[in-house]
């Protein structure tokens, strides 16, 4: 199983990127992929999921109408569309998988996102 998170970057407060989650190794109809981030100092937070098959959609309070999840069933890839942006968004963003009614049990590597106020 291979995740493979990307998209991470500099960018100015109120500004927009998009996170991508290439997923391959396994037949994931029956997962739910999630976005977590671990900001400097601080545990590691959900952020974010989706399950594959139906497309529920799963947000913390603090990135609701902000940021968005959705996944491309061809491409195999789960995205995170972070709009508006700010400096408490910084963090190493990873994405990871599980059974549906399950833990996470796999995670790929991290991508950096660095916001500048």
């Known amino acids: 199983v291979q995740l493979q998170a990307s998209g991470g970057g500099l960018v100015q407060a109120e500004g927009s990127l998009r996170l991508s989650c290439a997923a391959s190794?396994?037949?994931?109809?029956?997962?739910?992929i999630g976005w977590f981030r671990q900001a400097p100092g601080k545990e590691r937070e959900f952020v974010a999921s989706?399950?594959?098959?139906?497309?529920?959609?799963y947000y913390v309070n603090s990135v609701k109408d902000r940021f968005t999840i959705s996944r491309d069933n061809a491409k195999n890839t789960v995205y995170l569309q972070m709009n508006s942006l700010k400096p408490e968004d910084t963090a190493i963003y990873y994405c990871?998988?599980?059974?549906?009614?399950?833990?996470?049990?796999?995670w790929g590597q991290g991508t950096l996102v660095t916001v500048s106020s």
């Open positions: 989706i399950t594959w098959s139906a497309g529920s959609t």
């Open positions: 990871a998988s599980r059974p549906l009614g399950a833990r996470y049990d796999f």
């Open positions: 190794g396994r037949t994931f109809s029956s997962y739910a």
